[in-house]
């Protein structure tokens, strides 16, 4: 898939939960919704996007995938 339809997807996802006032309840909110609705390879993808500068991630976004970078 495109990284710019992941970061699209992502950042959606991650507007979603900004609303959520408290941070860490949002950032748990985004990591959770990516890992069980997105496939391996599109997770893979968005982390390895990450690691390489992606910087159009929402920082709610970024924050959830360097948490599934760490614990696969």
């Known amino acids: ?5 992941l970061v699209k997807m992502a950042n959606n996802i991650g507007a979603f939960f900004q609303s959520e006032p ?3 309840v949002a950032v748990s909110g985004v990591e959770t919704h990516i890992r069980n ?3 391996p390879r599109m997770r893979k993808q968005i982390v390895e996007y990450l690691q ?3 910087n159009e991630l ?3 976004v970024a924050e ?3 948490r599934i970078s760490q614990k696969p």
Do not use: T
């Not at 898939?1 to 339809?5: E, G, I, L, T, V």
């Open 37 to 39: 609705f997105w496939e």
């Open 64 to 66: 959830a995938v360097k």
């Open 58 to 60: 929402l920082d709610i």
């Open 1 to 5: 898939m495109d990284n710019s339809n």
């Open 52 to 54: 390489h500068g992606g």
């Open 22 to 24: 408290e941070h860490d």
